[in-house]
């Protein structure tokens, strides 16, 4: 029993100290504001304990009827206690003991009753309190008031009055439960919401069979596309068998299981915008297990002697086990003509579109002569959405007429690349569609073929493959651009290099990059300058779905500028009349003197909201900590929101702050700090300033949370599309190093803030490739069997940091991570930059005009003559231009935010 009595002290008490307002000015209560209300006063009663009754539910007796307490307590009433005399009468022969003993069990007696009292007030206080004294005035005295009103009693009034469930109410309520359900919010949220439509049905005195319910559950689950395989197996099972209870397993294991098995591309950083087809197994009693959704049983075209069109792939009917492969046809039909030499292909997401009105690009397909277009043009989506065009450019096919080539590259365009083929009709081309094929001829030349696909059903075109550059004199080894036996062996064609790098810094802003490179934060990277950047920028879809932020308003505005007229009076206007006096600039001079950066020691935290998916850590939320002085971002991985594992996280970052001689002396923090976590913040001296409630732009936090979030997805999505998205947390140490290495440090503004706290960067001891690229890992000869395999399949998530030239990597078989020296690379968004004679050229060309550009004698007591300085000079322009050639034609350098161009 509480030892609190007063009803103030109760109501402190309760796990609900303010009950929810059951209406406010433009609603009345309802069903369900009036469940609400009585589910949270209950709550407060029943954690009221007490020894009446059955002594199992506390004061629960206060705030329902009779007959519902004695359906729970089997049957024992509860009787309220009576108020026990001031000054009890002894009896005369009484002994002493007894009368201790008596007065003991009557100031026991009277606490239970000031107890019992106490809470009638309480209970009675929050009720007025949620409820608004119109709907409950009719029950007051006109002088007492409510103060002889039990809480039974105003509860009993509202339920009769406003707790009818009219028709209005099920129409809502069948909404509510049909609503979408979105991951990775939790699967038991939707189970919930099926769970109190169906018991908002039954008080309305109906009932719903659960396999209706389950049916309901079943189809939130379908629109969203990621339990493919679960749902066919549910739709499988028989009718009898799809219980509400059999659903919530089923989905529960299928939920579990995609957490484990979702990939960057089914979680959208790949194909965001891209419906998704499955690719199911069908049956034809025929041909077998087939792939093709048109071919089952009941469609087959080429159906065998008894066949039976009813057999499926669950009850075969005696047919074929085999499975059946479709190949399109690859013979070519009689009277073909001939082909183009050199027959361009396109990508398999080349879409042949009748109803394209030219031919629109995504940024991956072959295509030359590349220009920016300002202002581009305008395209509607099936979806409605509209995007638009950044380049002109022509399809690399040189048999075609150049009306016929022009393109426009749209890189918000990710379902595929559409060819009009309305387009190349209208100058001269011929298209032929078959069941399998297409094919376009000019001037009964083959220019362009492809095939269907059994999946799609759309036909799509072969890629073109772009003409090999003549050879040339100087041969250098070939290396197949899928491999490498090392990052640092791999000097690339510069755009390769470049793109390259730009995807193992995790697709930054182009113009952050640059600016990094410039201030020399970056000094041992791979030789990249910023104008070699600019002059090869990455065609980088990830650094635009990272970083692409809404267009800036009022920009080349339309609304005309407000001008002053003649006809205002001048004294109207507010003129400062005290202008402050603006300080002349300052005087270049020779004079150097010290200065020194203040250390603040200013940190600022705050929570992210939940990721995707759980990790296979556990890890489920980030904690980001940013410090002032050093300009870090630092972020830490939590398995949720609770107090204790935010203290836990924020003392792993105060470690490292501490660790790296920043030890946090001031913490800003929002207004939801934990008990435990402002204790440790004292326990270390540390100051901290909680935000205002709901004015979170006080903490910088938030905005540190934005550039780490951009940053991130633009590394999720330059991952492999089939990286296991349960390991993000491993791609964390990363994301944290890269991020860093490009912001420069307040307290030594000629170091980045990595630097700051952890030292310079070496490239060349550490590499780094972009995360998640699929790798063969080496299995050293001590470890692997005998007629074992050499590599095993793995995941690139990061460079080991305390060794030399090694990498994390996540090994498939085993689960678990390993540091390893050899790796073989297949990279899927970028390619291995690899060798060539031109490149060794170049390089070497670069490296003598930088020599000439800048000679050092080899004694400062013999210095170059003017005739030695006037031929060095003529050398390095020579070099210079040879390394450097101008391109008119080179587009400019993509940005995320698209903006128009200012004149």
């Known amino acids: 029993m509480t030892t609190k009595s007063t009803p103030k002290d109760l109501i402190d008490s309760f796990p609900h100290s303010k009950l929810t307002p059951i209406a406010t000015a433009t609603t009345k209560p309802d069903y369900l504001s009036l469940h609400q209300l009585q589910y949270e006063i209950n709550d407060n009663a029943e954690t009221l304990s007490s020894t009446l009754g059955d002594g199992q539910h506390g004061h629960l007796f206060l705030v329902i009827s009779e007959p519902e307490y004695l359906a729970m307590t089997d049957g024992v009433p509860c009787i309220p206690p009576v108020q026990p005399p001031f000054d009890p009468v002894h009896a005369a022969n009484a002994t002493a003991p007894q009368i201790v003993e008596a007065n003991r069990q009557n100031d026991k007696r009277q606490k239970l009753f000031d107890l019992y009292h106490n809470a009638i007030k309480a209970f009675r206080n929050q009720l007025l309190e949620a409820i608004p004294i119109e709907y409950i005035e ?23 009055n406003f707790g009818k469930i009219q028709a209005s109410d099920l129409i809502a309520n069948d909404e509510r439960m049909k609503a979408a359900w979105h991951p990775p919010t939790p699967i038991q949220q939707l189970f919930q919401q099926l769970e109190k439509g169906n018991q908002f049905i039954i008080a309305s005195g109906q009932v719903m069979d659960e396999r209706i319910i389950a049916r309901i559950g079943y189809q939130i689950i379908e629109k969203t596309g990621l339990f493919d395989l679960a749902s066919r197996d549910w739709r499988y099972k028989d009718e009898a068998d799809k219980t509400l209870a059999n659903f919530k397993k089923h989905f529960q294991k299928a939920n579990k299981d995609l957490a484990l098995t979702a990939t960057s591309s089914s979680a959208g950083y790949h194909t965001a915008n891209q419906s ?11 041909h077998g297990i087939v792939h093709n959704t048109k071919h089952t049983s009941a469609t087959c075209e080429k159906q065998a002697l008894g066949h039976k069109t009813g057999a499926t792939l669950h009850d075969k009917q005696g047919g074929s086990t085999k499975t059946y492969q479709y190949t399109p046809p690859s013979s070519v039909a009689p009277n073909t003509p001939p082909l183009a030499s050199s027959p361009p292909f396109f990508p398999p997401d080349a879409i042949a579109d009748t109803g394209c009105t030219g031919h629109f690009l995504s940024t991956n397909i072959a295509h030359i002569h590349c220009q920016p277009t300002v202002p581009g043009i305008n395209v509607v989506l099936p979806d409605g959405r509209t995007i638009t065009s950044s380049h002109i450019t022509e399809l690399n096919i040189p048999s075609l007429p150049p009306a016929a080539r022009t393109a426009h590259i749209f890189p918000g365009l990710s379902n595929g690349s559409l060819i009009s083929i309305g387009q190349l009709c209208d100058h001269g081309c011929t298209a032929t569609f078959t069941s399998d094929t297409v094919r376009i001829e000019l001037n009964n030349t083959v220019v362009l073929r492809g095939g269907r696909s059994p999946y799609t059903r759309l036909w799509t075109l072969d890629s073109p493959v772009t003409p090999n550059p003549p050879a040339t004199e100087l041969h250098a080894p070939v290396h197949d651009k899928n491999f490498a036996n090392h990052l640092g062996d791999h000097s690339g064609t510069l755009a390769d290099r470049i793109a390259f790098v730009h995807a193992s810094l995790f697709s930054p802003q182009l113009s952050t990059w640059c600016k990094a490179i410039d201030e020399g934060r970056l000094t041992t990277f791979p030789d990249i300058t910023s104008a070699q950047v600019k002059r090869h920028p990455p065609q980088s879809v990830p650094m635009v779905k990272g970083h692409l932020d809404q267009q800036r308003s009022n920009l080349r505005s339309t609304k005309p500028k407000v001008t002053l007229s003649a006809s205002v009076d001048p004294d109207d206007i507010n003129f400062d009349t005290n202008p402050v006096v603006q300080d002349p600039p300052a005087a270049r001079t020779q004079f150097l003197y010290a200065d020194f950066a203040e250390v603040t020691g200013k940190i600022f935290t705050d929570p992210t909201g939940r990721f995707v998916t759980t990790s296979s850590s556990g890890n489920a939320y980030m904690l980001v900590v940013y410090d002032y002085d050093s300009n870090f971002i630092h972020v830490e991985a939590m398995k949720n929101r609770t107090g204790p594992e935010i203290l836990s996280a924020y003392k792993r970052a105060h470690a490292m702050l501490s660790s790296k001689g920043l030890r946090p002396q001031l ?33 910088a936090a938030e905005r540190a949370i934005r550039t780490f979030k951009n940053h991130f997805i633009a590394g999720l999505c330059s991952t492999d599309k089939n990286f296991p998205l ?153 070099f210079s231009k040879a390394a450097n050639p101008v391109d008119s034609s080179l587009p400019v350098a993509p940005t995320a935010t698209l903006r128009p161009l200012e004149n």
């Not at 998704?276 to 025929?286: F, I, S």
């Not at 435990?676 to 100051?687: K, N, T, Y």
């Open 138 to 160: 009719s029950l007051g005295h006109p002088t007492r008031g409510f103060n002889k009103v039990s809480p039974l009693e105003i509860l009993s009034h509202l339920w009769e």
């Open 276 to 286: 998704t087809v499955t690719k199911g197994k069908l049956y034809c009693w025929t």
């Open 667 to 699: 913490q800003h923090l929002d207004n939801e700090a934990s008990t435990a976590l402002q204790q440790f913040m004292s326990s270390v001296d540390i100051d901290f300033q909680l935000a205002p409630p709901h004015v979170h732009r006080r903490n």
């Open 726 to 878: 349960h390991l993000w947390d491993h791609l964390l140490p990363q994301a944290i190093m890269t991020l860093n290495l490009l912001r420069g440090s307040r307290i030594n503004p000629n170091l980045s803030s990595w630097a700051q706290l952890h030292g310079s960067f070496d490239y060349n001891c550490t590499p780094l490739a972009p995360p998640g690229i699929r790798v063969l890992v080496h299995e050293k000869p001590t470890i692997r069997r005998t007629w074992a395999p050499h590599a095993a399949d793995g995941w690139y998530v990061g460079p080991a940091m305390n060794h030399y030239r090694c990498y994390r990597v996540w090994i498939r078989e085993t689960t678990s991570e390993r540091i390893s020296d050899t790796l073989t690379w297949f990279p899927s968004q970028v390619k291995m930059p690899s060798t060539s004679s031109r490149d060794t050229i170049v390089a070497a060309a670069h490296d003598l005009a930088h020599a000439l550009a800048h000679p050092s004698p080899t004694s400062p007591l013999s210095p170059l003559s003017v005739h030695e300085r006037e031929a060095l000079s003529q050398l390095s322009d020579i």
